[in-house]
């Protein structure tokens, strides 16, 4: 039996979740006598020291770290792995000496902090990314963010480096419920007016007059583009490739080259972390591939036109990965229906088993609650249907000793509903808004979490940041209220999508668009018990739970009841608790 790798895949590598994984390997370790060895494998980026690149954002920073790497001046890298046989025998020193203190698994950060603190011979540190892929050859685990495996390009990388091979791996996948939709973003891309815009303005500020034609002339072809296309009031219509490619009088690949070592430039003559110019390189390479399984869409928003193209399939990435691994094991706490995942990721029938599991957590301490008197379906809103929610949800939020979360299905409804509760709630109200950047987003839940003795309120979406990834430990949340159904905007791309899943498996309106709704609402839902000791209680505020198409996505072990007056069993449930 030869002995096999395992790969640990995560949609993002957060603290805690790694934190928990590392304890995991090295507590076994100790318990039984093991030399188990893992590595927490983040992205380049993250584990980068280097103060002219560190700071880039997504992909300037991969292609400026690329170029740092082709003329040989990150020192740090040079120490790491060498650029002259001279640099790599001093590397394999220095790696042999970490190696000596290395057991069991390290944190990524622990990881980084030893390479910054090394002294080389050039007085910096080592590359703590290329360390950690050296350190994965003799690894017996790999704990990695979904995108080392599942992006082609940055898979064949990390297993050239980490010398392992797919056949002889195990794959786990964790929140597995977010892989359909995460492949699909990364298929998909989008041209704006406003981008060009600001990629006209990046080669002005490198005085690039020629090349500022590049842009202005794609700009000038969307918009004729939508003259063309968005006629009697559409906003958003279908079109084929060779539209586009007519109205633009130069060669697209080439194109995309020359913008892509433009960007390259800027972003060496201004380091500001990010350039235009790179995404539009990023789509005109994506836009020249293929049509199977993909749509493309021409939109005009406010005073913008964008050009999408748009994925529709997301086992073009999936199947081949997943029929190359030795085994895999995909898991979710929302993975339901588990056939429609292990149709929608083309797994071989063949070779796939679906189970699904009790939760592990004592059913006593969770109350889950169904309340059909409300409903946020689209031809029943109106003032009245909100005002009945807003009275349901003071009522509801009055018996619960603690902090509430409430999630909406959008934005809009989160806005109009909170909107009536005003002066009701007699307790702190915290809102998530639109398009709130990481430090926004940690201040609030950090506020949200340390009011939890006195008791907030927070209103947030389903399937957004608050909703999903986030553990809320012991009292920091004591009832979760699910208002409505998640369900996507019904744009071209959903319509396109629901059809797609149609052809392909008979069942589009089910696996494009209902089923995955419900997954957004149980994983809010979710928040309530992280641990066997959590207690709270779950509400979904509307009478389509109740409906058999949407009821059968829940977890067969998930008691619900059914009731238009919740606070009774609420308040009974709190007394039974203390």
């Not at 934005?411 to 998530?432: D, H, P």
């Not at 409906?547 to 308040?571: G, H, L, Q, S």
């Amino acid at each position: 039996f030869k002995q096999k790798t395992a790969y640990e895949i995560m949609p993002s590598l957060v603290g805690s979740e790694m934190c928990i994984r590392d304890r995991l390997v090295n507590d076994l370790n100790k318990k039984f006598d093991l030399d188990i060895v893992g590595v927490d494998l983040v992205g380049r980026r993250y584990m980068c020291s280097e103060p002219f690149v560190s700071d880039a954002e997504n992909s300037a920073f991969y292609e400026l770290c690329k170029r740092l790497r082709k003329k040989e001046a990150c020192s740090f890298f040079a120490n790491a792995y060498g650029f002259t046989p001279e640099q790599r025998a001093k590397a394999r020193l220095y790696f042999a000496q970490l190696k000596k203190q290395y057991k069991g698994v390290w944190h990524h950060l622990q990881l980084k902090d030893y390479c910054e603190g090394f002294k080389g011979s050039n007085d910096a540190g080592l590359c703590s990314y290329e360390i950690a892929l050296k350190l994965a050859r003799k690894a017996n685990i790999i704990v990695a963010d979904y995108f080392h495996l599942l992006n082609p390009a940055i898979q064949q990388i990390v297993l050239q480096k980490a010398r392992k091979e797919l056949s002889e791996s195990v794959v786990i996948v964790d929140e597995a419920h977010n892989l359909p939709e995460r492949l699909r973003k990364l298929l998909s891309a989008t041209l704006s007016t406003k981008t060009l815009e600001n990629a006209k303005q990046e080669l002005e500020k490198m005085n690039q007059k020629e090349a500022v034609e590049g842009p202005m002339l794609l700009k000038k072809a969307l918009k004729k583009l939508a003259k063309q296309k968005l006629i009697e009031n559409a906003t958003e219509v279908l079109l084929q490739r060779q539209e586009f490619d007519r109205l633009v009088p130069y060669d697209i690949e080439e194109l995309s080259f020359e913008f892509r070592d433009l960007a390259l430039d800027y972003l060496e003559a201004f380091p500001l972390g990010r350039s235009s110019l790179l995404k539009v390189a990023s789509f005109l390479e994506k836009w020249l591939g293929q049509d199977e399984s993909f749509v493309r869409i021409i939109k005009r928003s406010s005073q913008r036109i964008s050009l999408q193209l748009k994925a529709l399939d997301p086992s073009v990435i999936s199947k081949p990965i997943f029929s190359e691994t030795h085994a895999s094991i995909l898991m979710s706490g929302t993975l339901l229906p588990t056939k429609m995942y292990a149709d929608l990721l083309g797994f071989e029938e063949e070779r796939t088993l679906l189970r699904e599991y009790n939760s592990p957590f004592p059913k006593e301490n969770k109350l889950t609650l169904i309340v059909p008197s409300v409903t946020t379906k689209y031809s029943e809103r109106n003032f009245e249907e909100y005002k009945r929610i807003a009275d349901m949800l003071v009522k509801i939020i009055a018996c619960v000793p603690g902090n509430v979360a409430v999630f909406f299905p959008s934005f809009e409804l989160l806005q109009a509903i909170s909107m009536l509760l005003e002066g009701k709630l007699f307790r702190k109200v915290l809102k998530q808004k639109e398009r709130m950047n990481t430090k926004e987003r940690f201040a609030l839940l950090r506020e949200f979490r340390k009011s939890s003795s006195q008791g907030a309120v927070l209103f947030a979406v389903a399937a957004g940041s608050f909703a999903e990834g986030i553990d809320y430990f012991g009292k920091q949340l004591l009832c979760a209220i699910v208002v409505g159904i998640p369900l996507r905007e019904m744009d071209l791309e959903q319509k396109c999508l629901i059809e797609y899943y149609q052809r392909k498996f008979g069942a589009g309106w089910h696996y494009g668009y209902l089923y995955p709704a419900i997954a957004r609402a149980i994983q809010a839902a979710g928040r309530v018990i992280r641990d066997r000791n959590d207690r709270g209680v779950v509400v979904f505020l509307d009478k389509r739970y109740t409906w058999k198409n949407y009821a059968r996505c829940f977890p067969k072990d998930m008691e619900r009841i059914v009731t238009a007056e919740p606070e009774k069993f609420i308040d009974d449930f709190w007394k039974k608790q203390s």
